[in-house]
């Protein structure tokens, strides 16, 4: 093993294609359904952005709302999907790393349901509530999952695709990585969060064996 021993990933649009889930969630809310061929063109938005592009003015109210079913509505987790290659993925890099898992989802069974479904390695799952403008909870989530994994921050890469993903690992003192391929923000403004930036999971275990192979 190099200098690395551990590899944290978030879950939702990071391993996990989640946007059947969020048009779901929007469609219960508003009572709507929305095309295939418009929502292909809005999947990649946050909520707030998908309410006015269907002609709707997003509140706050409105948009707590269609988070919940979002986050709280068991039955639409079924909707999810692993991203293309990230199975296959994960298992290359838990064959050298400690895997964990570091989600927003309500529920740990919830996270574990998933990760089972589709053949990821297991690993550790810590899960807590996560809404909005919350992403920093997960610097406590970190500090529980360093300890879970018996490693120092040092020794660990996280995963993620928000802003939030990248600043609490750099508030622990990890080394982070954003991918962009379902994340809904802009890639220039990640890379100003995260230390590294790949355009999708796959490419992972080729940085990883970058960075063990340079002085950091």
């Known amino acids: 093993m190099g200098k690395f021993k551990a590899i944290i990933f978030d879950i939702d649009a990071t391993i996990c294609d989640n946007t059947e889930r ?13 095309p295939d061929e418009l929502y292909l063109h809005m999947r990649k938005k946050g909520f707030p952005q998908i309410i006015k592009a269907l002609g709707f003015e997003p509140n ?3 948009v707590k709302k269609v988070e919940e079913h979002f986050l709280e509505n068991e039955v639409l987790y079924a909707l999810d999907r692993p991203i293309e290659g990230t199975v296959e993925t994960l298992n290359v890099l838990a064959s050298i790393y400690r895997i964990g898992y570091v989600t927003g ?3 740990e069974q919830l996270a574990l349901d998933f990760l089972k479904r589709y053949g990821f390695p297991v690993g550790p799952v ?3 509530r996560i809404g909005s403008g919350e992403g920093m909870k997960k610097v406590e989530m970190f500090k529980e999952m360093l300890k879970r994994l018996g490693t120092t921050p040092s020794e660990v890469i996280s995963v993620g695709d928000m802003p939030e993903d990248g600043l609490a690992s750099r508030a622990v ?3 982070s990585v954003g991918v962009a391929e379902f994340s809904t923000i802009d890639v220039d403004l990640m890379r100003n969060s995260f230390d590294y930036v790949i355009a999708k999971i796959t490419d992972l275990p080729k940085l990883v064996a970058k960075l063990e192979s340079c002085n950091l």
């Open 126 to 128: 810590i899960a807590r």
């Open 60 to 62: 706050s109210e409105l």
């Open 173 to 175: 003192g990890m080394l």
């Open 22 to 34: 969020k048009r779901r969630a929007i469609e219960l809310t508003m009572n709507i359904t929305i």
């Open 105 to 107: 989802r309500p529920k």
